[in-house]
C-alpha cells in the first residue's frame, strides 16, 4: 500500500479541502501477492499465484513467526549447579526474548515472536537458549538452532496451525555436543492468521515489557449484556418510626451498584405506619450480575434528615426476566429494622411489598439513538435473523500529528477502535509513526441497516515506563450504513477532525475500506417499514427524562467493564465512542441545530417566495402557464394527488444524476466548527459543574439570557398565535367571535348554493391577480385575524 507523503512545510489546503472526504482508491497501491512456490526470497521476485484469504479488503502484509513452545534436557550450569533458562530469538537487528524461569532444565513457554518480512535485512533466523547468571556480565548460551528462511513453510488461514518439532541444541563452539532440545514452529503468514493478535512483534521491540506490551496488542471485545431492571414498589408495612410522636414522611431508597432512586416521601397515614406508594424505578444491570438491589426505608425528619428504619439486600438473580408485557407477580420481603436497641422492639421485621422483573424485552440504550448500532431486545429469544454482513477493513491512517513527546521529539504511538453493537475491536499499536499501518479486518452482523459503525483512533499513553497517561483522542468516523450501496467495496480516506479548547485542528486521515454485504433484499426492504426500537419501547415508553438518566447508566456499566479486560479499553475511549458528553451545553451546537432547521425550512419558504412571483406577475410567463395548470386542475381535480405524485418522482429521477458518491463524513462547516469564537469555545470545554472565576461566569449568564430571550419571544409569538385562533370561537371577544360566526354562516350557504369549482376558480383569480388589482394594505382576513385577543393580556 503506497500512501502519499505529507510534506510538511508546504501550503496547506484550505479549510473546505482539508475536512472533506477523499476517494482513496488512488491512494492505494495494489501489492503483489505471495507465492508460497517462491518461499521466503521469492517475495522480493515475481509472483503468479495469490493466495485464498478472509483479509481481501485489506493488503496482506507478511510476517514470519516463530513460536517457542519448550525445551527440555538443558545441561546445568557447572559453576552454580542448575539451569535459569530463557530464549532469545534474532533475526537480523532485531532480537526478542522469553521469560526466564530459575532452576528448570524443562520450561515451558509457548510465546510466539513475529518479524515484518519489509523490516528485515537478513536470511537466516537464529534462536538461542541462554541460561541467565545474575553474577555474570553475560549470559551463558546453551545452544542454538538457525533457520534458513528460504525454507521456511507458508501457512494461510484456514490451513491448520503449524505442528511444532523438536530441534537439537547445537554448540556455537562447534564441538558437536547436543545441549538439549528445544520445541519451535517457524513458519510465515499474514496478518490474518490466529497468531497474530498475541504475538510479540519486532516493530514494538523498545517497548517496556509487561503491562507495555500488552497494551498493543489487537483484540476483540464484546459490550456487557445489559437488563433493565425494574422496581414497583407497591408499599410497606409494619414501619416503626423513631420519633413516635410524629406520623413519619416515608420514602423508599433503592440502589443498585452506583445508582440511587427513590420515591416521593409521603406522610403515613395509618395506625400501624403503613405507607403506599405504587412507583416504578428502573435501574441499568449488566451480566454477570454482581450486584445487589439494596432498598431502604427512611423517615424524612425534616430537610437534609433522613432517618434509617428498615434495610434489605435482595440478589438480582432472584428476580423473574421478563420478555413482553404481561405483568409479573408481585412478593413481600422480610426487611431488618435498625436502630432499635431494645429486642422486642425488633422482634417483628418490616416488610415491603414489591413488583421486581428484568425486563428482556428493551434495547438497553448505550449510545445516541441518532446513531445508535443495536436496535435488539436484550434477551436473544426475542433476536431475528441477520439481514446482511458488514467487513471493515481499517487499513491505515496518513499525516497524524505528534500526540507525545519522547526523547526530545514529537510522537505518536496510534491505535484503532471500532465499535458496532455489541462488538468492539482494536487494532494493533503501531509504535512512533506518523502513518501507521494496520490493514486489519473485522466482520459484524448487520440486524438493521439504518445503524451506524463508529471508529475512533487514539495515541496509546500506556507504552513506556513512567506513570500511565490518558490515551489522547485524534480523530473518530461514523458511517451510516443506510448511505452505503450494498455489495460494493468503499475505500475513502476520512478526516480526522477533533475540537481543541484552541479551536478545530485536522489530526490526520483514515483510510477505511468497508462492505455491506445483503443476505436478503427483501429483508432490508421490510425493515424500512418496522419500528427502529422493540415492540415494548412504544407499549410502555420510558420518560425523555428515564431515557437520558438510563443512557448515561448504561454508559458508566459499559465503560467499567471494558476497563476490566486485558488489555483494557480506557474509559476515557469509551467515553468518547459513545459520545458520553453528546447532552451538555454548547452554543456552537445551539447555532449549527438552528441553521439546521432554517436549512430544511428553505425550501418551503423559496416556494412561496416563488407563488409570491408569481402572484405579483414578475415572470408573465410562468404566471400564464400557472393559470393554465391551475384551470386542468380545477376542471379535472382528480388528477391533483396523482399529478403531486408524479412530480415527486420526477424530482426523485432527476435529483438521481446528483446522488452522492460518497458516504457522510464529520461537517465541520455545519458543526460551525470552522470560525468559533474563543469564549464559546472555552464555555463548551468547560466542566460542569463550572470552575469559571464569578465574572466570566456573569457574562456567559448574561449571553445566554439575551439568547434565551430572542427563543423566549419567538415561542410567545407562537402562542399568542394560537391562542387567537383558538378564540375565534371562545367569545373572549364577543364582537370578534359573532362577526366571524356571520362569516361561518354566510359562507356555509353560499358553498352549499355554489359548486365547488366555481369558488376555488373565484380564489384562485383572486390570488393570482395582477398587481395593479392589489392594495399594498394588508387584507381583510389578516387584519380581523391580528385583532383578536390572547392569554398575553393576562401575563405578569
Known amino acids: 500500500m503506497a500512501y502519499q507523503q505529507v510534506h510538511y512545510g508546504q501550503s496547506q489546503p484550505s479549510p473546505s479541502k482539508e475536512y472533506i472526504l477523499k476517494d482513496s482508491s488512488s491512494l492505494l497501491g495494489e501489492r503483489r501477492p505471495y507465492d508460497r512456490s517462491e518461499g521466503w526470497m521469492g517475495l522480493r521476485g515475481g509472483g503468479r499465484d495469490k493466495l485464498t484469504s478472509t483479509y481481501d479488503l485489506v493488503e496482506q502484509m507478511q510476517y514470519l ?13 557447572p559453576i552454580t549447579g542448575s539451569c535459569d533458562p530463557y530464549v532469545e530469538v534474532k533475526l537480523g537487528n532485531y532480537k526478542g526474548t522469553t521469560k526466564h524461569f530459575d532452576k528448570r532444565s524443562s520450561p515451558e513457554w509457548n510465546q510466539v515472536f513475529s518479524f515484518s518480512k519489509e523490516r528485515i535485512q537478513s536470511t537466516h533466523l537464529e534462536v538461542y537458549v541462554k541460561d541467565r547468571e545474575m553474577m555474570m556480565a553475560r549470559d551463558e548460551c546453551v545452544g542454538s538452532v538457525v533457520f534458513d528462511l528460504n525454507e521456511v513453510p507458508t501457512r494461510v488461514p484456514p490451513d491448520s496451525p503449524l505442528a511444532p518439532q523438536w530441534y537439537r541444541l547445537g554448540d556455537r ?115 454477570p450480575f454482581e450486584e445487589h438491589l439494596v432498598l431502604t ?70 449510545e445516541s439513538t441518532m446513531y445508535i ?68 479486518q473485522y466482520t459484524w452482523e448487520v440486524y438493521d441497516p439504518c445503524t451506524v459503525i463508529t471508529l475512533g483512533v487514539f495515541d496509546n499513553g500506556h507504552l513506556w515506563a513512567g506513570p500511565p497517561a490518558r490515551d489522547m483522542r485524534i480523530g473518530k468516523v461514523r458511517i451510516r450504513l443506510s448511505t452505503l450501496e450494498m455489495d460494493r467495496i468503499h475505500r475513502h480516506a476520512y478526516p480526522l477532525v477533533v475540537l481543541q479548547p484552541s479551536g478545530l485542528k485536522k489530526m490526520g486521515e483514515l483510510h477505511l475500506a468497508v462492505r455491506f454485504t445483503c443476505l436478503s433484499v427483501s429483508s432490508v426492504i421490510y425493515l424500512y417499514g418496522q419500528p427502529l426500537l422493540p415492540k415494548m419501547h412504544y407499549v410502555h415508553p420510558f420518560t425523555v427524562g428515564q431515557v437520558d438518566s438510563l443512557r448515561h447508566q448504561a454508559m458508566s456499566i459499559v465503560a467499567a467493564r471494558l476497563g ?106 455545519m458543526s460551525l466548527a470552522e470560525a468559533i469564537h474563543p469564549d464559546e469555545l472555552d ?50 371577544d364577543p364582537r370578534a367571535t359573532g362577526l366571524f360566526l356571520v362569516v361561518c354562516l354566510a359562507a356555509a350557504v353560499l358553498l352549499y348554493v355554489t359548486p365547488f369549482q366555481v369558488v376555488a376558480l373565484l380564489v384562485g383569480l383572486y390570488v393570482l391577480r395582477h398587481p395593479r388589482f392589489r392594495s399594498k394594505q394588508p387584507s381583510v382576513p389578516s387584519n380581523f385575524f391580528k385583532r383578536l385577543p390572547s392569554r398575553i393580556d393576562s401575563m405578569l
Request: with cysteine; charged share 25%; net charge positive.
Open 297 to 366: 426505608v427512611e423517615d424524612r425528619v425534616h430537610q437534609g434528615k433522613d432517618d434509617l428504619l428498615a434495610r434489605t439486600a435482595l440478589p438480582l438473580t432472584l428476580f423473574e426476566k421478563r420478555l413482553d408485557h404481561r405483568p409479573v407477580n408481585s412478593r413481600w420481603f422480610n426487611m431488618e429494622r435498625l436502630g432499635f436497641g431494645a429486642p422486642e422492639e425488633s422482634r417483628f421485621s418490616t416488610k415491603i411489598h414489591l413488583r421486581v422483573c428484568l425486563e428482556g424485552a428493551y434495547h438497553v440504550m448505550d
Open 65 to 77: 513467526y516463530v513460536r517457542v513452545v519448550k525445551a527440555k534436557d538443558l545441561p546445568n550450569n
Open 683 to 732: 464555555e463548551e470545554f468547560d466542566t460542569f459543574p463550572t470552575t469559571k472565576p464569578h465574572d466570566l461566569v456573569r457574562l456567559r449568564y448574561d449571553r445566554l439570557r439575551s439568547v434565551a430571550a430572542r427563543i423566549q419571544t419567538v415561542v410567545g409569538d407562537m402562542a399568542t398565535q394560537g391562542e387567537r385562533f383558538r378564540s375565534l370561537l371562545s367569545w373572549r
Open 173 to 287: 563452539r562447534g564441538d558437536g555436543k547436543v545441549r538439549g532440545e528445544v520445541m519451535l514452529a517457524v513458519w510465515m503468514g499474514t496478518q490474518a492468521d490466529e497468531a497474530f493478535p498475541n504475538a510479540w512483534h519486532a516493530d514494538a521491540a523498545a517497548v517496556s515489557h509487561g503491562e507495555g506490551v500488552s497494551n498493543i496488542r489487537s483484540k476483540v471485545y464484546v459490550s456487557p449484556k445489559l437488563w433493565y431492571l425494574r422496581v414497583n414498589v407497591i408499599e410497606a408495612q409494619d414501619v416503626v418510626p423513631r420519633d413516635r410522636n410524629r406520623f413519619p414522611e416515608l420514602f423508599v431508597k433503592a440502589q443498585a451498584g452506583n445508582q440511587v432512586l427513590r420515591t416521593r416521601a409521603c406522610p403515613a397515614r395509618s395506625v400501624n405506619n403503613n405507607q403506599m406508594w405504587n412507583e416504578d424505578l428502573v435501574f441499568v444491570a449488566a451480566e
Open 373 to 440: 448500532s443495536d436496535t435488539r431486545p436484550t434477551a436473544r429469544q426475542l433476536w431475528k435473523q441477520p439481514i446482511g454482513i458488514l467487513e471493515v477493513g481499517i487499513l491505515g491512517a496518513e499525516g497524524l500529528v505528534p500526540m507525545k513527546a519522547k526523547d526530545d521529539r514529537g510522537t505518536t504511538d496510534a491505535y484503532c477502535i471500532a465499535k458496532y453493537g455489541q462488538k468492539w475491536v482494536r487494532t494493533t499499536t503501531i509504535v512512533d509513526s506518523f502513518s501507521p499501518r494496520w490493514n486489519e
Open 564 to 669: 476490566r479486560a486485558e488489555p483494557p479499553l480506557r474509559k476515557e475511549t469509551v467515553e468518547y465512542m459513545l459520545d458520553v458528553d453528546s447532552h451538555m451545553w454548547s452554543m456552537r451546537r445551539s447555532k449549527a441545530n438552528f441553521l439546521r432547521i432554517i436549512s430544511l425550512l428553505s425550501g418551503a419558504v423559496g416556494a412561496f417566495r416563488w407563488l409570491g412571483d408569481v402572484c405579483r406577475w414578475k415572470s408573465p410567463v410562468t404566471t400564464l402557464l400557472v393559470h393554465v395548470l391551475f384551470l386542468i386542475l380545477l376542471c379535472f381535480p382528480e388528477l391533483i394527488l396523482p399529478t403531486g405524485f408524479l412530480y415527486m418522482f420526477l424530482i426523485g429521477l432527476w435529483n438521481y444524476r446528483r446522488r452522492p458518491s460518497q458516504p457522510p463524513e464529520m461537517d465541520a462547516k
